[in-house]
Structure formats: C-alpha cells, structure tokens
C-alpha cells in the first residue's frame, strides 16, 4: 500500500516511492505513451472506414431481400417479406435449413470427439512416430478438397451412402479433423500433468482424473474447434453438390445455387436466401465470440 504523509497545513499528499520513481501502478511503458500521443482520429478513420467497407455487402444484401420486387430505392420502405417467403416455402428452404444443421452439428460432435480423443494422445503419450503423425497432419493441409472428390465418391458409391446426409459429414470432419487435432493437442498441452497425477493418487482412472480435471480446463479450445467445424461444414458447397442429389437432401449452399437461372437470377430470393444462410453463423459467433478468441490464443501457445 502506498504511504500518505501529512503537511503541517493539514494537506495530504502521497509518499515518495523509493528511488524517486513513481509508484508501479503509474508507469507506463514507451508503446503506451506512443499510443497516447497517437490523434483518436487517426484510429478511428481507418477502423471506421473497414467497417463501412465490411458492412455494405450486408447492407445491399438486405436491402434486395427486404424491398419489393422492381423496387430500386436505396432504403428497403415499406419493407416485404414476400422474398424470404418465397424462398422458405417454393424453393424448399425449409428443408435445406433442417439438412445443413443436421450436417453441421453431426461435424461439430463427431471432430470433437475424434480430436479430443487425438489430442489427448499427442499430448500425453510419447510414441515412435509422433513426429511423423504431427508432419503428416500439417501436410494434410495442404490437399484441397477437389483432389479427393473422385475416391472419396467411389468410397461412398461402395458404401451406398450417394445422397446420404452421413456421406457430407464423413467427408467434413474427416478434412476438419487434423486442424482440429493439432490445436486440441495444443489446448491439452496448457494443462499441467500434474493436475492429473493429484488425481490419480486419489484413487481416480485416467479417463476418470481426465473428465474431472483435463475437460473442464478445455471449454474455450472445444468451442473454437466446435464452432470451426460447425461454420465450414454449414458454408461448404463442394461435398453436398457431389454426394447430394436428391432436392430434399441438399444443403443451403446447393439450394442457393438453384437460385440462379442459366438467363436470368432472382435477386431478391437469392438476397433472401443468403440471409437465411448467414443468420445462424451471426447467431454462433455472437455468443462465443469471448470463448472462441481465447481458445485459439490458447492453443497457439506452446506448452
């Protein structure tokens, strides 16, 4: 605590920390005082104008799938919803919607799973060939999607899994999972051993001192790697045009494709459609944005 000395007038004022420099809480560092020094408006220009310029595809987005048809003001008054309805019942998005969350959360539970199962074993366990099972998932990485389409196709024609929603999921987490498994392994890492080994001496199995102890410590790492999972399985186009066939089990992606005509494209169901589309990613990220931050910065450390 810092001392307070009185003057013989009464007044009050702070004692001198020793050596004469200022006390620790009042120091501030060369990047601090720089920033300080910096004009607000030359933060907030470029912020500002990054925004503007992030925002108005959004903006123009709503405003075709809010004003009528024909309409060309540039406010969406008086605002319809014959676009979204439209969409949601002619053009089957209701279905469309339901396939892309049953493929999204079956990605997201089945990455998590398989990587904390992975990461858990790259992070505890020490075998001949970590090194070259770790090269190997960062090579991975490295193989677009489009390369594996043709056997991975055949794999599921064999399977009889062509226009079967698990056919897409497979496929997903299967490209989501060495990404997934690397920063799992990361996540795991952070957490000291001997946390576990406490827990072993009171009587705990691995598994046991794991679920108690290791998992708890994890949230922000599963929920980045959920959500990852979760928006690129929703968003991707490739795997559902080439294992779906049928209408009712396509995905979102592929039903905004049949929005658009080989002579003409209906602005207005396509901006509607896309709307639809981005309102659950909007809604999964505005509530883990806090997790979701910390668990990459987490995993991105080394342990």
């Not at 307070?4 to 501030?28: M, Q």
């Not at 123009?60 to 809010?66: H, I, Y």
């Not at 987490?173 to 952070?190: A, C, H, M, R």
């Not at 659950?280 to 910065?297: D, E, N, R, Y």
Request: aromatic share 12%.
């Amino acid at each position: 605590m810092t001392a307070v000395l009185t003057e013989k007038n009464g007044a009050a004022r702070p004692a001198v920390h020793p050596g004469g420099a200022p006390p620790p809480s009042r120091r501030r560092t060369g990047r601090e005082r720089a920033f300080d020094d910096v004009p607000r408006w030359q933060i907030y220009l470029p912020l500002g104008l990054y925004l503007l310029f992030t925002l108005i595809p959004f903006y123009w987005m709503l405003l075709f799938a809010l004003r009528p048809a024909g309409s060309t003001a540039l406010v969406p008054w008086p605002m319809t919803g014959e676009h979204f309805s439209k969409v949601w019942n002619e053009r089957s998005f209701a279905v469309f919607f339901q396939n892309s969350m049953i493929v999204g959360v079956a990605t997201l539970i089945a990455t998590t799973l398989v990587a904390l199962a992975g990461g858990y074993a790259l992070a505890r366990f020490d075998f001949r060939i970590k090194g070259a099972f770790m090269l190997a998932l960062l090579c991975s990485q490295f193989i677009p999607g489009a390369l594996m389409l043709v056997p991975l196709f055949e794999i599921f024609r064999n399977l009889q899994m062509i226009n079967s929603l698990w056919s897409v999921v497979i496929a997903e987490t299967v490209f989501q999972l060495p990404l997934s498994i690397i920063l799992i392994s990361g996540f795991i890492k952070n957490v000291p051993v001997s946390l576990e080994e406490a827990a072993w001496v009171d009587g705990c199995s691995r598994f046991t001192a794991f679920r108690a102890v290791v998992l708890p410590l994890l949230r922000p790492g599963l929920i980045a790697v959920g959500s990852f999972a979760f928006v690129h399985s929703w968003n991707h186009f490739l795997f559902a045009l080439m294992f779906l066939s049928e209408q009712d089990k396509q995905t979102i992606p592929v039903g905004l494709n049949t929005l658009i005509g080989a002579d003409s494209v209906d602005l207005g169901a396509l901006a509607a459609g896309g709307v639809i589309a981005a309102v659950p990613v909007v809604i999964v990220f505005a509530f883990i944005q806090k997790w979701l931050v910390t668990g990459f910065s987490a995993g991105a450390v080394k342990g």
